[in-house]
């Protein structure tokens, strides 16, 4: 059902453009694959090691996961032998793990939130330069596209103008 009301809508779309378009100026669709574009700069910046304050925020949860396990056996094993003391100071321990380990959660997703959102600007504006640039009136997702011929597929000069090499 999502696959045909996004066809529909494509669609709907494509008909406005012609009926309108045709008078005024030669109606030209080209296509794009977003899915590739993304993953290709994802691994530019893997290579460029622009990664790495988020493996270092993974890096810092897997310490503090594996902390928070060992001191959850320190409690269960405090518990078995019946020493409350430090049984307390587990509990303790462990909840200020949990708070660090949620504050390091929350600001990894912060970080890939904003970096998705920047890649998807530099995304559009690349695709926005390569249409203007080839005469393009229209440009849709691969996705949604049943059938286009590979001429009309823009994802490779986008690509080129993002400084990727396929």
Do not use: H, W
């Not at 929350?106 to 890939?112: E, S, V």
Request: hydrophobic share 35%.
């Amino acid at each position: 059902m999502k696959y045909f009301t996004k066809s529909l809508f494509v669609f709907s779309i494509l008909l406005v453009t012609c009926v309108f378009s045709t008078a005024t100026q030669t109606v030209k669709i080209g296509v794009v694959d977003r899915n590739l574009i993304s993953n290709a700069l994802n691994e530019k910046a893997k290579q460029l090691n622009q990664t790495a304050p988020e493996e270092e925020l993974r890096q810092e949860i897997k310490s503090l996961n594996q902390t928070l396990t060992k001191k959850r056996q320190d409690f269960q094993d405090s518990r078995n032998k019946g020493d409350k003391s430090r049984m307390e100071s587990a509990d303790q321990e462990s909840r200020q793990i949990l708070a660090g380990l949620e504050e390091k959660r929350r600001a990894l997703d912060k970080l890939q939130e904003s970096s998705s959102q920047s890649q998807e600007g530099t995304i559009q504006e690349a695709i926005k330069a390569v249409a203007q640039e080839q005469g393009y009136t229209s440009i849709l997702e691969v996705s949604v596209v049943p059938f286009y011929q590979d001429k009309d597929n823009i994802s490779p000069l986008v690509l080129q103008k993002l400084g990727i090499t396929k």
